[in-house]
């Protein structure tokens, strides 16, 4: 899938994200991050990259073994006019020699730039045991 010239939300930025992921595009992965050099990826029990070099470096050892399959789901978004943070638990599905199913939390950031809504943060974790339930919002007291 083409990257449009304009992401005008960052719901499109994160579902060309995780489209991109699925095919093992490293250039389309690469084309949705920031023109920042302060990019910060953090895969699950990997250290923080920085950078466009260190985050593509990354993603091509991930690729190596072909495309990612991930469903975002239980989103949790706050965004103002400039940046959205997205909270997700993503479902992932991986056969590599035998059939892989985890759940990782995530954070991805986004900033509106010129060319659209970039990406400038990801970082995701194993998510100890089962998938926490989806909790509706109202429902927590702070």
């Given at each position: 899938m083409?990257l449009p010239?304009?992401?005008e ?8 994200f ?8 490293v ?6 991050w ?16 920085v950078?466009?070099a260190s ?16 469903r975002?789901?239980?989103v ?11 909270n997700?638990?993503e479902?992932?599905h991986r056969?590599?020699s ?6 990782i ?10 060319a659209g809504w970039?990406?400038v943060?990801h ?5 100890p045991g ?9 429902a927590l007291?702070?």
């Amino acid at each position: 899938m083409p990257l449009p010239t304009m992401l005008e939300t960052p719901e499109q930025a994160e579902a060309a994200f995780y489209e991109a992921i699925s095919r093992a595009d490293v250039e389309a992965v690469m084309a949705l991050w920031a023109d920042e050099e302060d990019i910060v990826c953090i895969h699950p029990g990997a250290p923080r990259l920085v950078g466009h070099a260190s985050i593509r470096a990354a993603w091509e050892s991930i690729f190596e073994q072909g495309g990612v399959q991930i469903r975002p789901v239980q989103v949790h978004v706050t965004q103002n006019t400039m940046t959205a943070v997205h909270n997700i638990i993503e479902e992932v599905h991986r056969t590599v020699s035998r059939q892989q199913d985890i759940h990782i939390l995530a954070t991805n950031v986004y900033m509106k730039t010129s060319a659209g809504w970039r990406l400038v943060t990801h970082h995701a974790s194993v998510v100890p045991g089962e998938a926490p339930a989806d909790i509706p919002v109202s429902a927590l007291l702070h």
